[in-house]
């Protein structure tokens, strides 16, 4: 965590609501062993708590007991949280694997999911039948954003400021847990508004968890105690597993109706206590299960249902010949369940069941439906949706604008609610269309379109459903007003912490006001759940697993439908036909870095003595010490890192080294980073792969050469390093030993390198910026650390150290390439925006700038592995330093046009160049009045190469052509090295310059220069032989 | 790696690395021998297929960038049995001499004509201004692009394509 993030919550107040300010601040220790089965809670039991291990703490630290249940409390957060490192407790073990079942239960789950294609229907006789299962998570997800949970109890009262969205749940939980009544409860959230009643439930979120630990532990020291609540609470999602589980059965007639229907819910509740209930033991444990009850309905139940068995109904909007709808009976003394949510949860199962059969037997989802219904307004309302929808099976994806990694799909749900009185008829109709948007390689789904119709109730605010749907179901919208900035947290939402909505922004946390997100509904919308009732959200669910389906082919039998759990789905399914080019590692810029100057080094040497301890070498970690989710966060910063690109020698494997870099002072290899214990890394421990990332010294102690970034690297949080450590030592080992660098002394004396580091490298990790956005100190933490920008695009001091202030990211040359300036400075005819940037970060290519090549195509091809809100980050720091707009103005566009009409004529006197030209370069680059596939998209007088000072990257492109090599979306262009003398490319470029780029000086001295650049060693990209 | 490619209106599956040439992979690999290899630059034209409707030059395609996409070889031009009005044009103008850069003629008057069915002269110059010919035939083959589009506006009429 970084030391703002640390500081803002030792200060105490901030964030804090005002007369809480001498809140006490508390840390729970669960259980080693700690789960929901299913049916009951189950944990490891305390044996002892040892109170004098915490004797060293400053202040007054207090353990709370009750039960199972551990807390530390103490006057800082940060001394709650060593004195629960340090605490000793002592556990009797219950169960030998930490939620192995409920890992299971979802493994299992998802792998249902990608291998449907084998649960095909059995035949047998003349029906054939469709069985399936279908789960709901006790806790969607760890909580909405990080932040403050605050309960200040009394004998008499409790007040609780947090977040939840299950208000009524968590005032049952704290009813119980307390034995106050409900009306002694208050929650309110951080800006000290009421919770509302009227919040909808999706199921509920860790906010509960954290409330009710901090309720016991306030209870039982009579003062406030403040929780912080964030992604540390996933072990409490994991450990909850499965709320529910609903089992549907159907058997299917020759013409494809459904004669037999079955459908069986395990639990009348689909809701969890929280954890902290359950560990006091003062969660009233349900009794044996009975068997469940079996309620054979032949029609659609009517208004004569039981009252108090309401949650334990099972109703369905279809008739089918026969059919068993089931579920277990209501226990008395358990928590009453929410109507809303066994309502959601039971249209999930339903509404995915259907459209599973329709479209294993052949049928469209929406025909299946109107076929078993028999109520008209259901039936008028389906159409009219449909219709309005341009409903047609299968879904005609739009062809025109897709970028190729975006999977689109479509998908319909319907439900219908009992009214108050349990009447089917009275009650509303509700029929949704959606379509959405996978991107193939992040993961991450977007509700790009949602159609609702309902027969009755209020307005739909489709807007805010689809707002909802987004943030809940598929946990990615991560607008700008974030509590505290993670600037080095990744990803989808699933294990990382996430950026949710702040529902209630708190007074006291003055931030920018909030950008632009990536879903359509960019505004952030005042507790968007108040709005919404249970009958509108119901369909909303099965309607996004059934569209993701539809574009992907994978069925989602359990939400949420996360960025994490797509992706790895997608590439479980992807093995098959890999239509999709591998992103093999490739390439990368070839950055060489003067070394020191002797006299200055010897200057220094006595402060800095060059000789570092050797790290003791360790047997490799096995691959299983670390988790996948870990190992995954890893290969994000890996893919950030671009490590690959130089650790991978052209035509070797992956990460084995052996890259030659050329530099004034000689030959460098790059290493082996696989961890083979001979040649690669496998030896060496976390401190030493910490201590090369950070300081640039090797495990036995000698320096490496800055060529190795580690100026950067050494910004990157703990928390990403130890990542990648993890990432690393989960690839295959591979044996090879990195060629002897050929440097001249006397660079070739490693110990030099400490001097040198003395005077410019400054390896604190990064510090985010308190004035700035989320989204630009993540942007500044990836640009300036992992990223390591400025290695290529800021210049450097004759001693080879990157220069600061002005002359930060104000360009400079790499191995005969020009890494153009980022900042100010920039000479882009067009100026760039942060859209562009962002394109072109992105796809690769910017229609008012070009395509990235070179040395760049590599770095675009790591970007590819990351979330869209990394890239969008990166794009929004870079534009910051440029002072670029965000998007591009119409006085932009107008001038790009005048550029491109300007450039239509041949500019005269120039004969040489022009037939070149004409031969050569005219059939791709110019308009010729036939669509073509292979023309390059980015007019050349928009080309920012050709209006550069300097024409490095002009003869590159023209001596060795562009190839992007894995980026989709980007052309290639053959190198005409072989087929062009000197003076023709001098010829060409002359009048390339002449023409595109008329206002700005002819290049001087091209020939030389081009004979420089066509050394082979300059040359970064690849012909095609 | 195995790549999946739609071509002439089949799915045909090539082992081919990602970045070979997609005139390579038509001519070596699927034995279509409709594209020819000119100058290998994507200069001269004669390797011309099409791609979704639009004209490509196969020779500096990598194979990758076709996936996902139609492509129409010379040798798919013709509909059940019946030669494309454009291949019955160069044939009654007799267009032909050596030949070599035929394919590309025909598929880029192809492409010209999917987008605009009624160019003007000058417009087929335009389309045709980097296709190269070395033979001399360049008279023959503007009227075989003219008689084209008399054929297709035709054909059209009597089967409108959309």
């Not at chain 2, 798919?76 to 019955?88: A, E, F, I, M, T």
Request: aromatic share 6%.
């Amino acid at each position: 965590m970084s030391k703002r993030t640390l500081a803002s919550q030792e200060g105490g107040c901030e964030g804090l609501p005002v007369q809480l300010t001498n809140a006490r601040y508390g840390v729970v220790i669960r259980p080693p062993h700690y789960r929901w089965s299913g049916e009951r809670f189950e944990s490891d039991h305390l044996v002892s708590v040892d109170r004098a291990s915490l004797a060293s703490l400053q202040g007054q630290v207090d353990v709370v007991v009750v039960g199972d249940f551990v807390g530390v409390v103490a006057e800082s957060l940060a001394v709650a949280r060593d004195a629960a490192k340090q605490l000793q407790t002592e556990w009797q073990t219950v169960l030998s694997e930490p939620n192995e079942t409920t890992k299971q239960t979802l493994k299992n789950s998802e792998k249902m999911g990608s291998e449907h294609r084998s649960l095909r229907y059995q035949e047998s006789q003349a029906e054939v039948s469709a069985q399936r299962v279908y789960g709901w998570p006790s806790r969607m997800r760890w909580g909405n954003h990080p932040g403050w949970v605050v309960a200040d109890g009394g004998d008499h009262q409790l007040k609780v400021w947090g977040q939840t969205t299950t208000p009524v749940a968590l005032q049952q939980d704290l009813a119980s847990l307390t034995g106050l009544g409900a009306s002694q409860i208050e929650l309110y959230s951080l800006d000290q508004q009421q919770i509302s009643n009227q919040a909808t439930a999706l199921g509920r979120h860790c906010g509960d968890d954290a409330a009710v630990d901090a309720a016991l532990m306030s209870q039982a020291l009579g003062c406030p105690v403040a929780v912080w609540l964030d992604a540390r609470y996933t072990q409490d999602v994991e450990a909850l597993g499965q709320a529910q589980r609903m089992s549907l059965k159907a058997e299917l007639t020759d013409s494809g109706e459904i004669a037999r229907y079955h459908y069986r819910q395990a639990n009348s509740s689909g809701e969890v206590a929280a954890v902290g209930l359950w560990l006091s033991g003062r969660a009233t444990e349900p009794a044996a299960m009975p068997e469940p009850i079996p309620k054979t309905t032949p029609e659609v139940p009517t208004g004569d249902s039981d009252p108090a068995q309401f949650s334990s109904s099972v109703l369905s909007p279809y008739v089918f010949r026969d059919q068993h709808l089931s579920a277990r009976l209501q226990q008395p003394g358990q928590t009453p369940s929410s109507a809303t949510l066994i309502g959601i949860q039971q249209a999930f199962a339903r509404e995915s069941f259907l459209d599973e059969v329709a479209r294993d037997s052949g049928q469209d989802p929406v025909s299946l439906r109107l076929r078993h219904l028999k109520d008209a307004r259901s039936i008028e309302l389906i159409e009219s949706v449909a219709k309005r929808a341009g409903w047609q099976v299968p879904f005609k994806k739009p062809a025109d604008s897709a970028p190729l990694d975006l999977l689109q799909g479509r998908g319909f749900a319907f439900a219908q609610l009992p009214d108050r009185h349990q009447r089917m008829e009275a009650g509303v109709r509700s029929a949704w269309i959606a379509d959405v948007a996978v991107n193939r390689v992040t993961g991450d789904v977007q509700l790009t379109r949602l159609i609702v119709g309902q027969d009755d109730g209020p307005e739909v605010d489709t807007a805010g459903l689809q707002q909802t749907l987004q943030e809940r179901i598929l946990g990615e919208a991560r607008p700008l007003l974030g509590q505290v900035p993670g600037f080095d947290e990744w990803g989808d939402g699933s294990d990382a912490p996430e950026r949710g909505v702040a529902i209630t922004p708190s007074a006291l946390v003055n931030r920018e006001s909030p950008a632009v997100t990536q879903t359509k509904t960019s505004s952030l919308r005042p507790a968007p759940s108040d709005l919404l009732t249970g009958a509108e959200l119901s369909p909303g669910v099965a309607v996004i697993a059934n569209a993701l389906f539809d574009a992907t082919g994978i069925r989602f039998r359990q939400p949420p439908f996360t960025a994490k759990r797509v992706r790895e789905a997608l590439k479980a399914s992807a093995t098959e036909g890999a239509a999709q080019p591998r992103l093999a590692k490739r390439a990368s810029g070839r950055r060489w870095l003067a070394a020191a100057a002797l006299t200055t080094v010897a200057g220094t040497a006595v402060m800095a003595w060059p000789w570092k301890s050797t790290l003791a070498p360790v047997a490799r970690p096995s691959a299983n010490l670390y988790s996948a989710e870990t190992i995954e966060r890893g290969r994000l910063v890996a893919a950030a890192g671009d490590c690959a690109a130089c650790h991978t020698a052209e035509g070797g494997s992956a990460n084995v080294g052996g890259r030659a870099f050329e530099t004034p002072f000689g030959t460098l290899y790059s290493t082996n980073i696989t961890p083979d214990e001979a040649t690669g890394i496998g030896q060496w421990s976390y401190a030493a792969f910490e201590r090369a990332m950070r300081h640039g010294i090797s495990r036995d102690g000698s320096h490496l050469y800055p060529a190795f970034p580690y100026t950067a690297f050494a910004k990157a949080s703990d928390a990403d390093l130890q990542a990648l450590y993890a990432y690393l030592m989960a690839q295959p080992a591979v044996a090879a030993e990195t060629p002897t660098n050929e440097l001249s002394f006397p660079f070739s004396v490693r110990g030099l390198m400490a001097g040198w580091n003395a005077l410019y490298h400054d390896p604190t990790p990064f510090q985010p910026d308190p004035m700035q956005s989320e989204l630009y100190n993540r942007g500044a933490y990836l640009a300036e650390g992992l990223g390591h920008c400025s290695a290529c695009h800021s210049p450097r001091n004759v001693m080879g150290a990157e220069k600061s202030g002005d002359a930060y990211l104000a360009g400079a040359f790499v191995d005969g390439w020009e890494a153009p300036p980022l900042n100010t400075l920039s000479r882009a005819p067009i100026p760039w925006s942060e859209t562009s940037l962002y394109d072109y970060l992105r796809h690769g290519e910017s229609t008012l700038h070009g395509v990235a090549s070179g040395p760049m195509a590599p770095v675009v091809e790591g970007l590819a592995e990351l979330p869209e809100y990394d890239v969008r980050a990166i794009a929004h720091y870079v534009a910051a330093q440029m002072q670029a707009p965000t998007g591009n103005s119409d006085v932009a566009v107008v001038e790009a046009e005048r550029r491109v009409t300007n450039a239509a004529v041949s500019s005269p006197g120039m004969e040489a160049g022009e037939r070149l030209f004409e031969g050569a370069c005219a059939a791709c680059h110019m308009e010729t009045g036939v669509p073509t596939f292979s023309r390059a998209s980015t007019n050349l007088a928009l080309n920012t190469n050709l209006h550069s000072d300097h024409p490095d990257n002009v003869i590159q492109s023209i001596l060795g052509g562009v190839h992007a090599d894995h980026v989709p979306g980007i052309g290639t262009m053959p190198g005409f090295a072989d087929s062009f003398s000197n003076t023709q490319v001098a010829d060409l470029a002359s009048y390339l310059r002449a023409r595109f780029a008329p206002d700005k000086a002819p290049w001087q001295q091209l020939e030389p220069r081009i004979n420089d650049l066509r050394q082979p060693h300059h040359n970064n990209t690849h012909s095609t032989p | 790696m195995t790549l999946k490619l739609t071509v002439n209106g089949q799915v045909r599956e090539v082992a081919v690395p990602w970045n070979t040439p997609l005139l390579n992979v038509l001519r070596n690999d699927l034995a279509l021998n409709g594209p020819k290899y000119g100058c290998g630059l994507g200069e001269c034209g004669a390797c011309s297929v099409l791609i979704d409707g639009m004209a490509a030059r196969a020779c500096v395609l990598p194979v990758s960038a076709a996936v996902g996409h139609a492509i129409t070889t010379l040798d798919g031009l013709s509909q059940n049995g019946q030669l494309d009005p454009v291949q019955q044009a160069f044939i009654d103008a007799q267009a032909a001499q050596c030949g070599y850069c035929l394919n590309g003629m025909i598929m880029t008057i192809r492409a010209l004509l999917n987008h605009n069915a009624q160019p003007s002269t000058q417009q087929i110059r335009a389309a045709l201004e980097h296709n190269l010919c070395r033979c001399g035939t360049h008279v023959e083959i503007l009227q075989a692009a003219q008689r084209a589009v008399v054929i297709n506006a035709a054909a059209l009429q009597e089967a409108p394509h959309e």
